[in-house]
């Protein structure tokens, strides 16, 4: 058994995990150097360098079967990780994992084991060692229906759009297919106006006000001016409200209830969204990754 000094100095010469540390010694008696021979074999020590990269690349993916579901983000670091077949079939098997798991809390969802017996967190870490560039589960929603219940998605083309729905009733394959291509494009925030951030409600409603107040519009009438635009805000954010875009006469409420039904639940994932991106430029992604060969 590693005793604490030797993972310690371990982790310190290589940055790797405590369990991967602990790991290393057992596999090499002790043996520190060899250790770390054996971490940097695995993939574990480069990756370590990685940790504090900025991931903003990478795939979103929905998989739907029988009556569960469920939309995740793994992110790397560029586009040409991305469509990189042994990150994208990662992804696959960290969503189907989650999946046939249906464990909700993220750091206990890491710890899941795939198929090969790793868990997604060391698959990932593996992965970044080969890969050279910072692999990470970075969000995931598990949806789960009752049979009368119908769920839709939409996954764009590039694979950086996602979108999944749960549906009241039956519908087609294509107007279910129809709701999240129009999610995809219009990018609503919420799906109506019962389940709009509070939060971010007043902060927006505060910033019409002073927009209206600088306007110079008289304070008497303000507060009406302020109730019409936040009312126009949120038919603009809110997806049921949303113009639907094959038909703008009507609303996507009123396309969904048209077929007998009405959204439940809404949930869109666009790769990188609410991370701050670090600019380089494609000269500099070449040469990084011809520098990680």
Excluded at 107 to 121: D, F, G, M, R, V
Excluded at 127 to 143: A, S, V
Excluded at 174 to 182: C, E, F, L, N, S
Excluded at 263 to 274: A, I
Aim: with cysteine; charged share 30%; aromatic share 6%.
């Amino acid at each position: 058994m590693a005793n604490m000094e030797l993972i310690k100095k371990l982790r310190d010469m290589t940055q790797a995990g405590v369990m991967d540390a602990k790991k290393a010694l057992e596999a090499n008696n002790d043996d520190i150097e060899a250790a770390v021979q054996w971490l940097r074999e695995k993939g574990i020590a480069k990756a370590a360098k990685k940790a504090s990269a900025v991931a903003t690349e990478g795939i979103a993916k929905v998989i739907i079967q029988d009556d569960a579901a469920i939309i995740c983000e793994v992110n790397c670091q560029t586009d040409f990780v991305a469509a990189n077949e042994l990150f994208s079939d990662l992804v696959d098997q960290i969503a189907l994992t989650l999946l046939e798991a249906k464990e909700y809390d993220i750091e206990k969802a890491k710890q899941l084991k795939l198929s090969s017996n790793e868990t997604i967190e060391s698959a990932c870490l593996s992965l970044t060692g080969t890969l050279g560039e910072k692999i990470e589960l970075r969000r995931f929603e598990i949806l789960v229906k009752d049979p009368k219940h119908n769920f839709a998605m939409y996954q764009h083309t590039n694979r950086k759009i996602a979108v999944l729905l749960k549906i009241s009733n039956k519908v087609s394959d294509q107007v279910g297919k129809d709701i999240a291509m129009h999610a995809a494009a219009m990018a609503p925030k919420f799906l109506n106006k019962e389940s709009v951030d509070a939060d971010w409600l007043a902060n927006e409603t505060n910033i019409l006000k002073e927009q209206t107040l600088a306007e110079g519009k008289p304070k008497e009438f303000a507060d009406k001016i302020v109730i019409g635009r936040v009312n126009k805000l949120l038919s603009e954010v809110t997806l049921v409200n949303q113009p639907f875009v094959k038909d703008p006469s009507k609303t996507v409420e009123k396309y969904i209830k048209e077929n007998n039904a009405e959204l439940l639940t809404y949930v869109r994932y666009e790769v990188g969204e609410g991370i701050e991106k670090q600019v380089v430029d494609f000269a500099a992604e070449v040469a990084a990754q011809m520098a990680n060969k």
